[in-house]
């Protein structure tokens, strides 16, 4: 097992191609969570620092030659961020396991090696991009150009951050604008190397910056009223989407949101168990459940309840749980001190609405380094009445509920009784049946017999109050751009 003692990091924010201090010399503390060890101390920008940066992108947007650079030139150069981050993926991983308590082999196997993708896919999806042209009787031509908007926001969430402000920064610098970057303040380590990162791959200063702090009256709000900013892109919590399109509408910012999800896994009765048992698995509680595409709500048909909440208990229970630098490990702890209170509080909420508890409710027994940790051992609750909280709210957290159902009809219903539409699951060896839920289960994505499966070409965004928009090949290159239309007279 490695050593999860590390040195003391200073994290600075990241203007203008240096590092540099927060103007105000406050800094806050970050700590693992697998064991409460201080591991970061993390200047918090003050509206000044913010300014700075967002000014610092505007120069670099209008008198930098990122806008208007040859564009194999613009994108070869962020291809060679992605070239970086696979040179460097060990650091990031272990930074990624240490900051975020996720197993350190999840972060270096999938996560870091998926953000390099993110950056490389849109340069070149990219390349391959073209325009309209329509003739008009031969007397005028149409054509359409499409040209970035300017200066991006890029708020992130603490639960993938590295690989999902890469989902964000590859459209954002492949069309051609600057981004101003704000991390999750319980999350920076990774995100915080971007700006380095982009440098060192030749991408002109003032192009990525990078700020920390929170989100009222911090960074946060500061960048998403800045009147510098063109456009926000922000995934996270469903309350903060709202603060954040408050801030914007006055200067009328482009805004995508990808929000709050509590998806549906809907496993009928002549489901594959051996195929859906171990993937459901998975939905429930990699990352500690702390995935806004998890499968949290899992409806099963009545015929195969007993079945599925026997192997189901017994593939939760060989959960490896523990540290995350560990190659061992399956699942680590959730993120903070915070976040651990509200996951717990619904193990009484559970408790008060009836539910039974099937595995887990505890805190797991670790060693003595870990057991100060936010752990929690993977819960299953069995709850007949989907309008309970535990089976509405989204917990975020490794605790999952089961609904029986009879009905395909009763399915559908469960599916789309909540307040969110991210994403759904569905298990059946009916093709017809398939295709039924997947048209009439009100969600973004819809899973049939598989989870957390992306072309990145897809359209990715919710329904409902779990987003605005979509991201993901042509839909991400439209957000980031101005559509202009050229009209050329040939007589």
């Not at 650091?91 to 390099?116: N, S």
């Not at 920076?188 to 190397?193: H, N, R």
């Not at 496993?267 to 995935?291: C, R, T, W, Y």
Request: aromatic fraction near 8%; glycine fraction near 8%; hydrophobic fraction near 40%.
């Amino acid at each position: 097992m490695e050593n999860t003692q590390t040195k003391l990091k200073e994290v600075k924010l990241f203007i203008n191609g240096e590092y540099v201090e927060s103007s105000s010399q406050t800094l806050f503390e970050v700590k693992n969570p697998a064991t409460q060890e201080i591991i970061a101390k993390v200047h918090e920008a003050s509206f000044e620092d913010v300014d700075r940066a967002c000014e610092a992108a505007r120069q670099a947007f209008e008198e930098g030659p990122w806008r208007t650079m040859p564009v194999s030139e613009r994108l070869a150069k962020v291809r060679r961020m992605a070239e970086i981050i696979l040179e460097r993926k060990e650091e990031l991983a272990r930074l990624e396991a240490l900051d975020v308590g996720k197993p350190y082999q999840v972060a270096l196997e999938r996560e870091i090696p998926r953000a390099a993708e993110n950056l490389k896919f849109f340069a070149d999806f990219m390349e391959q991009q073209g325009g309209e042209v329509y003739p008009m009787d031969d007397a005028y031509l149409n054509y359409t150009r499409y040209e970035p908007v300017g200066v991006a926001a890029l708020i992130t969430p603490w639960n993938l951050p590295f690989m999902l402000t890469t989902w964000k920064l590859g459209p954002c610098l492949a069309s051609g604008n600057t981004a101003v970057i704000k991390p999750a303040e319980i999350t920076p380590l990774t995100v915080s190397l971007l700006g380095e990162i982009a440098q060192q791959a030749g991408i002109p200063d003032g192009v990525v910056n990078v700020v920390h702090g929170f989100g009222v009256q911090s960074a946060g709000e500061f960048m998403t009223t800045h009147p510098e900013v063109d456009l926000i892109s922000f995934t996270g919590e469903t309350t903060t989407g709202k603060a954040i399109m408050k801030n914007g509408a006055d200067s009328l910012k482009k805004v995508s949101f990808e929000l709050g999800g509590k998806a549906a896994n809907i496993i009928f009765e002549d489901a594959n168990l051996e195929k859906a048992i171990p993937v459901s698995i998975q939905a429930a509680f990699m990352n500690s459940g702390q995935v806004c595409l998890a499968g949290s709500r899992i409806l099963v048909q009545h015929a195969i309840l007993d079945e599925f909440l026997t192997r189901f208990k017994e593939a939760a229970a060989a959960l490896v749980v523990g540290d995350p630098q560990d190659s061992k490990t399956n699942m680590g702890p959730v993120v903070s001190e915070t976040h651990y209170n509200k996951v717990t509080s619904y193990l009484s909420i559970a408790e008060y609405e009836n539910s039974t508890l099937i595995y887990g409710g505890e805190r797991p027994k670790l060693p003595t380094h870990l057991s100060t940790g936010y752990y929690l051992q993977p819960t299953i609750y069995l709850q007949e009445n989907p309008q309970a909280r535990i089976c509405q709210e989204e917990i975020f957290g490794p605790v999952v509920t089961i609904i029986p159902f009879d009905t395909e009809e009763e399915a559908l219903a469960i599916a789309n009784g909540t307040e969110y539409g991210l994403n759904a699951v569905v298990w059946t060896e009916n093709l017809q049946r398939a295709h039924r839920i997947s048209h009439d289960v009100r969600a973004g994505t819809i899973w049939v017999n598989c989870w957390f499966v992306r072309d990145l070409r897809a359209p990715f965004g919710g329904f409902k109050k779990s987003g605005i928009g979509r991201e993901g090949g042509h839909h991400s290159l439209e957000f980031f751009t101005e559509a202009k239309n050229i009209c050329i007279a040939l007589k």
